[in-house]
């Protein structure tokens, strides 16, 4: 397929993601520590090493009891966690025990100190249920929370916190996973500059300060980010040289313009493009290929908000696609005071939340700086012809 044939074919939003998952394939699966690959998707399984609880355990400060009461002897030691089971109970019979401790074998219930109250009957001292107090057994019995070898999480999860946490619970701290991806990032264009005074002509790079921690927050990680000019040998150059990352981004590239030597590198090179072009705006003029290494490149507008725009709308899909997850979970809100008015182009809107949970439009946003993101949390895609207070997908903002 010719870079200019899919230029005359924009897809909509809503198709991004299904053109790139049935286009683009998922990189190898590695086995790593969880507590390591925040960001990474499941590649398989995650199956309980051990029940939770191991055993018996307390639930609450309190007494752990045999039989049935109204009251028992209270031994004279404690069970405290990470302490073992200690000395059976027998019929009658309680023991101190604090919450987290293994039940001692024979306990029928554990009964939390604010149920039970102590007294001196005979010169023994006893404990008894508080007159009137429930009949709650505050023991979390063994297996309780799962059993071992249970699927704790399906493949194509995102490890998160709640994931490494749940696996470190189940003696299950490592495990197949896909990503997290990593990206090469260019930015181009010799009007560009990074550090020291600017000359005529020349903007100051607002990019490359924030697409780092824009790219981690879509699961991709980078290096430092580079700067190439507007020539076409240093793209081909850095296209054709081997490298470790799954990914190429580059920004300020994608236009139509003489200076955008993207296109004309891409066919040189035997680049297979899956999108040139994104019906939204801003954001719309985007570029995804597959190099002819593996490596999948996403070009983005120069403009920062543009740029953002796009990288939101994208990036995610393509680690989705990369690492073989499952369907992201999609916000939504109701926007109050815009409305998508463009016949055939989705527009990029900043919000902000209202109390009451609505969402408001920051008002129109400039696509040369990224000042008019300030204190929204998210991006509206407001579709063709929605009216005002729409629902409307949120893609939520670093903050």
């Known amino acids: 397929m010719s870079v200019e044939s899919v230029r005359m074919l924009p897809i909509g939003v809503d198709g991004v993601a299904e053109v790139l998952r049935s286009e ?11 507590a390591d690959a925040s960001g990474a998707t499941l590649a398989e399984d995650l199956i309980a090493g051990t029940a939770l609880p191991r055993v018996d355990t307390a639930a609450m400060d309190g007494y752990a009891v045999s039989g049935p009461g109204p009251w028992w002897t209270l031994r004279a030691d404690a069970r405290l966690a990470g302490h073992g089971r200690g000395r059976p109970l027998s019929s009658g019979v309680a023991v101190r025990i604090a919450t987290g401790a293994a039940a001692p074998t024979g306990t029928t219930a554990v009964m939390r100190d604010e149920f039970a109250e102590t007294a001196r009957v005979s010169g023994r001292l006893m ?11 505050d023991m979390r019995r063994c297996g309780e929370q799962w059993d071992g070898g249970e699927v704790l999480v399906g493949y194509g999860t995102r490890v998160c916190p709640a994931v490494v946490s749940a696996a470190a619970s189940a003696e299950a701290p490592t495990a ?3 990503g997290p991806v990593r990206a090469d990032v260019l930015i181009t264009g010799d009007e560009i500059r990074a550090r020291g ?4 002509g020349q903007t100051r790079d607002a990019l490359a300060p924030v697409l780092p921690q824009l790219l981690r927050a879509c699961d991709i990680g980078c290096g430092p980010v580079r700067h190439l000019p507007d020539r076409a040998e240093d793209l081909l150059t850095w296209f054709t040289q081997e490298r470790d990352a799954e990914m190429v981004v580059v920004t300020g590239a994608t236009g139509h313009g003489a200076a ?3 296109r004309d590198v891409l066919t040189e090179i035997g680049a297979r493009v899956l999108l040139d072009g994104v019906a939204m705006r801003p954001g719309g003029s985007q570029i995804v290929a597959v190099l002819p290494d593996g490596r999948v490149l996403l070009a983005l507008p120069g403009n920062p908000f543009a740029a953002v725009a796009a990288l939101l709308v994208s990036a995610p899909a393509i680690v989705d696609a990369l690492t073989a997850r499952t369907s992201r979970q999609r916000l939504w809100g109701r926007i109050s005071d815009r409305s998508g008015s463009h016949e055939t182009l989705t527009a990029v809107v900043p919000v902000r939340q209202l109390p009451g949970g609505v969402w408001q439009s920051a008002g129109a946003a400039r696509t040369p700086h990224l000042a008019d993101l300030i204190g929204c949390q998210a991006l509206a895609l407001l579709g063709p012809n929605s009216g005002r207070g729409s629902v409307a997908e949120l893609l939520p903002l670093p903050q």
Not at 27 to 32: G, T
Request: proline share 12%; charged share 25%; hydrophobic share 55%.
């Open 24 to 34: 683009l394939i998922a990189v190898p699966a590695r086995f790593a520590l969880l």
């Open 127 to 137: 404990v008894r249920r508080v007159p009137g107090a429930p009949l709650k057994d």
């Open 176 to 178: 197949a996973v896909r």
């Open 197 to 200: 005074p600017l000359a005529e």
């Open 260 to 262: 955008d030597h993207l």
